[in-house]
């Protein structure tokens, strides 16, 4: 077991020098997607006690970056460098979800449909920094030099690293969309850890779902699996595509119309199917967490009383709810999204209300 808090006496190399990093706190804020994360950590990001992560484990999915098996420092660097295969394919082919960052960037290193993008580069870095590509060199440099140990020690000095880089700010706040499915094995590795369960109402969350590219493609994944007759869409392989219908097989290869994922009729109550089920078994793995360690955060309640919820969130933290911080936050929190769903016909609103009902109970027995 490698159960070490991130705290007080944890000591890291950085620009070759050895940087002490004080009480500096972890927390996860965990969502299904599509709840306001985004937004959330666009607002995080403004803290100046705050080093703000995005996406981290979106950008690397990998069960071994959350598990026990020691890695060396080369080992976990490949984790953290290798491009994802899916990331790079939706770039390259033009279906990019709007929180991929890199390819935005009028100069860079890397590209989707040559080298590859690393996988921290796409989400992670950019949000930190207008030069991920010089970040990316830096931390190179320094992962790889790291002993073999626990991933978890390793995220601990990678936290502590860029923290020194960044001005040493006494918390650190990860936020990853999707993430609340991946809650018991963030606690398991990081005992120490705090939880912000961020959510949203099921049918609005289901409903931006339906126009996410990366939430679309779900179920058509699934889709694709039942035609072949696999458990799961992970066992899906380009092999595969000879089993498919001209409208899906495409999509197993490394060139392919994004239409074919925009335009395909998808009801919206499979979205809402979709929302239940993930807010259903997050929402049990969150109820492992110690109560002291875990708080809810409503995305209506926060664009409705801004500045009530981001205290509380500071507070939760551990920072201080900074007057200026504050302020510069509200223009973040778009309060236009809510109650979307309402807006949409009674044929297509009523079945996706009774889709999304059974993780709404589960939220308000819950929360």
Same mark, same amino acid.
């Given at each position: 077991?490698?159960?070490?808090?991130?705290?007080?006496?944890?000591?890291?190399?950085?620009?070759?020098?050895?940087?002490?990093?004080?009480?500096?706190?972890?927390?996860?804020?965990? *969502?299904?997607?599509?709840?306001?994360?985004?937004?959330?950590?666009?607002?995080?990001?403004?803290?100046?006690?705050?080093?703000?992560?995005?996406?981290?484990?979106?950008?690397?999915?990998?069960?071994?970056?959350?598990?026990? %098996?020691?890695?060396?420092?080369?080992?976990?660097?490949?984790?953290?460098?290798?491009?994802?295969?899916?990331?790079?394919?939706?770039?390259?082919?033009?279906?990019?979800?709007?929180?991929?960052?890199?390819?935005?960037?009028?100069?860079?290193?890397?590209?989707?449909?040559?080298?590859?993008?690393?996988?921290?580069?796409?989400?992670?870095?950019?949000?930190?920094?207008?030069?991920?590509?010089?970040?990316?060199?830096?931390?190179?440099?320094?992962?790889?030099?790291?002993?073999?140990?626990?991933?978890?020690?390793?995220?601990?000095?990678?936290?502590?690293?860029?923290?020194?880089?960044?001005?040493?700010?006494?918390?650190?706040?990860?936020?990853?969309?999707?993430?609340?499915?991946?809650?018991?094995?963030?606690?398991?590795?990081?005992?120490?850890?705090?939880?912000?369960? #961020?959510?949203?109402?099921?049918?609005?969350?289901?409903?931006?779902?339906?126009?996410?590219?990366?939430?679309?493609?779900?179920?058509?994944?699934?889709?694709?699996?039942?035609?072949?007759?696999?458990?799961?869409?992970?066992?899906?392989?380009?092999?595969?595509?000879?089993?498919?219908?001209?409208? #899906?097989?495409?999509?197993?290869?490394?060139?392919?119309?994004?239409?074919?994922?925009?335009?395909?009729?998808?009801?919206?109550?499979?979205? *809402?199917?979709?929302?239940?089920?993930?807010?259903?078994?997050?929402?049990?793995?969150?109820?492992?967490?110690?109560?002291?360690?875990?708080?809810?955060?409503?995305?209506?309640?926060?664009?409705?009383?801004?500045?009530?919820?981001?205290?509380?969130?500071?507070?939760?933290?551990?920072?201080?709810?900074?007057?200026?911080?504050?302020?510069?936050?509200?223009?973040?929190?778009?309060?236009?999204?809510?109650?979307?769903?309402?807006?949409?016909?009674?044929?297509?609103?009523?079945?996706?209300?009774? %889709?999304?009902?059974?993780?709404?109970?589960?939220?308000?027995?819950?929360?």
């Amino acid at each position: 077991m490698c159960h070490r808090p991130l705290g007080k006496c944890l000591v890291v190399r950085a620009n070759r020098r050895k940087v002490r990093v004080v009480n500096q706190n972890l927390t996860f804020v965990v *969502g299904t997607g599509r709840c306001g994360s985004t937004a959330l950590s666009r607002v995080i990001n403004l803290h100046p006690d705050v080093l703000s992560i995005n996406e981290l484990f979106a950008s690397i999915p990998d069960s071994e970056v959350l598990a026990e %098996a020691p890695l060396s420092g080369p080992e976990f660097w490949g984790y953290l460098s290798r491009p994802h295969a899916l990331t790079n394919n939706l770039i390259k082919n033009g279906a990019i979800p709007p929180e991929f960052l890199y390819h935005r960037l009028p100069k860079r290193r890397f590209d989707a449909r040559t080298t590859g993008i690393p996988a921290i580069s796409v989400m992670v870095l950019p949000h930190l920094t207008d030069d991920p590509d010089a970040l990316f060199d830096e931390l190179e440099s320094e992962v790889t030099s790291w002993p073999t140990r626990c991933p978890a020690d390793h995220w601990r000095a990678f936290f502590a690293t860029l923290g020194a880089r960044f001005g040493n700010p006494g918390a650190v706040v990860e936020r990853t969309g999707l993430s609340i499915g991946r809650v018991a094995e963030m606690h398991r590795a990081f005992p120490e850890a705090r939880f912000v369960h #961020l959510y949203r109402e099921g049918p609005d969350c289901a409903f931006s779902m339906s126009r996410h590219v990366s939430f679309r493609m779900l179920p058509l994944a699934k889709e694709m699996a039942d035609h072949c007759g696999l458990e799961s869409p992970y066992q899906l392989t380009p092999e595969h595509a000879a089993q498919l219908p001209p409208d #899906l097989a495409p999509l197993l290869g490394d060139e392919w119309d994004p239409a074919l994922v925009w335009d395909r009729p998808i009801p919206l109550a499979v979205f *809402g199917g979709l929302w239940s089920g993930v807010m259903i078994d997050g929402l049990e793995q969150l109820a492992t967490v110690p109560a002291s360690q875990r708080t809810s955060m409503s995305y209506d309640t926060l664009v409705e009383e801004p500045e009530k919820e981001l205290i509380r969130l500071a507070e939760f933290i551990g920072v201080e709810p900074l007057p200026t911080w504050l302020d510069a936050s509200v223009a973040h929190l778009d309060g236009g999204r809510r109650g979307a769903a309402r807006t949409l016909p009674e044929a297509e609103l009523a079945p996706l209300i009774e %889709a999304c009902g059974p993780g709404m109970q589960a939220l308000a027995t819950h929360s």
